[in-house]
């Protein structure tokens, strides 16, 4: 488990939440994320992403398990402390 910074300017919504989903399917692992206050999500599904509502600057909780869970944590983790709105 590990608390992470959201980067992008507007939050975790379309583009940054569909990279973001989309690297964590690809990862293969079990990957969720909440926000304080909110339900843990499957970071696989960008619909559920978007539910959270995740605005620019908010702390989320990212959890993987797994094989590899410690190297795909620290990927999905520089993901969303990275601008990715270009």
Known sequence: MQ?????SLSGLHSRPAA????AARDSGASVTLSKLGSKQVNLTSTLALLSLGVAHGEEVTLTVEGEEAARILAELAALIEK???N
């Open 19 to 22: 990279i973001i989903s989309t």
């Open 3 to 7: 608390h992470v910074i959201v980067a």
């Open 83 to 85: 601008n990715l709105d």
